[in-house]
């Protein structure tokens, strides 16, 4: 893919990020950013007790972040530079190497029927989006300062990486800290936040009490509703923050008056005046959108010498399988039968971290995706670690966690995609457990109308 040119602004704003911290506290090395104890909920013992989708008995984590991190070795907190360049690096290698072998030898005279040079062609696209993706996950690296112990280089890098893959890096980087700030906050967290009952029943136009007598989903409806998802999920997400939560007038920014997710509601991850940020962000919005614009330059110069058809085919073909890992990873990182998702009464940082899970993706995803799918759960515990170090860092806080770690690699990089269609099908809203207490009534799951699972709550009228 083509990297981004740079801009005189962009540098110098970048510049000085080393004297003007953003405002990701929870990302840094030195956070102590909710290191309390969870706050306590009463459950009597003779009280219906919490059950995940899947009937089996969900308790509260019972140790805190102090815990979790003395857990880890002090090695792995380390960071390179050097190896942190090493492997954009080889990402970009890999990108270039592949572009070059295509645009040589995938030509009308080695290749002369169209249909054939155009499945390979296919082939250069799945490739360098698996490439792309890695170097997507790299700048997301970046954004965490796990890349380097140098701020200044970490922001430029990922500026650069970023912006290549027409990412807002800095828009992206602050929302995304409070994502790490708020998981499985229902009111708080920007990603993938679950319907609750009435909000999916309003969506369907069901009534609320009648939703476990629907009959289910077709399968072809799944499948039409997951491409769509993975197809679009992302612009859509820095668009119109589709997926992320639509409490804005409730944040501690004060901006989200009269402003909703979804077109022209005036929340995106563009405009200075989005309610995802405070005003002093104003000038990090304004510098990913130049990032932005000039990507965009430099691709509307090469469709223009080379032609729009080869640009269609050069980046944005893989640009788009970069969405797709992107939308897929995140969607399966924090949606799953097991996990819980807690109303503002209930919700800590260890236990929103916890409400996550880690996946395999075999080579793909240990040496393309730099592990970013595999030790996804520690990564919500300590951000800054890098990912080369993260294996050993996941192996030892799992004891600390106990049952509250969640895993699911059955069937590995098959069962990874398949859960894109089982997780769809199970997790469709959200509600507390029948019969728990009133405490717990603040914690909620997963519920579905095609008969998967646990039967959801049945409502009085």
């Known amino acids: 893919m083509p990297p981004s ?23 840094e090395p030195d956070s102590n950013v909710n290191k309390e104890r969870p706050r306590k909920l009463s459950q009597k013992d003779d009280a219906v007790p ?14 805190t972040i102090r815990d979790i991190r003395k857990a880890i070795p002090p090695e792995c ?16 290698t890999l990108l270039s190497t592949t572009f070059w072998l295509f645009h040589h030898f995938v030509t009308p005279e080695n290749v ?34 796990s890349l380097s112990p140098s701020k200044v280089l970490n922001d430029t890098v990922g500026f650069i990486v970023h912006s290549s893959l027409l990412v807002p890096y800095f828009s992206w980087k602050i929302s995304h800290g409070k994502h790490h700030k708020a998981t499985g906050h229902m009111e708080r967290d920007m990603v993938f936040v679950p319907r609750t009952r009435s909000e999916f029943a309003k969506r369907v136009g069901i009534a609320i009490e009648n939703l476990s007598e629907v009959v289910e989903d ?41 402003k909703t997710n979804g077109w022209g509601g005036g929340v995106n991850h563009f405009s200075p005046s ?41 980046y944005f073909l893989p640009y788009l399988w970069v969405n797709h890992w992107l ?45 970013i799918a595999e030790t996804h759960v520690l990564h919500h515990y300590v951000s800054v670690i890098p990912f080369y170090n993260a294996d050993k860092a996941s192996e030892a806080i799992i004891p600390v966690m106990g049952r509250h770690y969640h895993s699911n690699t059955k069937g590995g990089p098959v069962g990874f995609v398949k859960a894109l269609y089982t997780n ?16 717990m009534q603040h914690v909620l799951f997963y519920q579905n109308k095609n008969g998967i699972g646990v039967r959801p709550a049945t409502l009085r009228t």
């Open 274 to 314: 989005s309610p995802l940020y405070e005003a002093k962000d104003a000038k990090w919005i304004i510098v990913s959108d130049i990032g932005i614009l000039a990507t965009l330059a430099a691709l509307y110069s090469i469709g223009s010498m080379f032609g729009w058809s080869n640009l269609a085919v050069w």
């Open 218 to 258: 077709a399968p072809l409806y799944s499948f039409f509703m997951i491409f769509a998802r993975q197809l679009l999920g992302w612009p859509f997400y820095l668009l119109a923050n589709r997926t992320g939560h639509n409490y804005h007038e409730r944040q501690p920014e004060g901006r989200g008056k009269n």
């Open 77 to 92: 907190f380390e960071r390179s530079a050097l190896r942190g360049l090493g492997y954009i690096a080889r990402d970009i």
């Open 327 to 371: 939308v897929a990873i995140t969607y399966l990182q924090h949606t799953d039968a097991t996990l819980p998702h807690y109303d503002s009464q209930a919700w800590t940082y260890v236990r929103g971290a916890a409400a996550t899970i880690d996946r395999d993706l075999g080579f793909v995803g240990r040496h393309l995706f730099h592990g």
């Open 112 to 145: 002369p029927p169209t249909i054939a040079r155009g499945l390979l062609w296919s082939v250069y696209g799945f490739l360098n989006g698996l490439f792309g993706t890695g170097l997507w996950v790299m700048g997301h690296e970046c954004g965490h300062q």
């Open 5 to 27: 040119t740079s801009a005189a602004p962009a540098a110098a704003a970048i510049a000085t990020s080393s004297q003007t911290p953003l405002p990701l506290s929870s990302l």
């Open 424 to 439: 769809f099908r199970e997790c469709q809203w959200v509600e507390p457990t029948e019969g728990a207490s009133e405490d």
């Open 50 to 63: 919490m059950v995940d989708t899947n009937g089996d008995v969900f308790q509260l984590p019972d140790y």
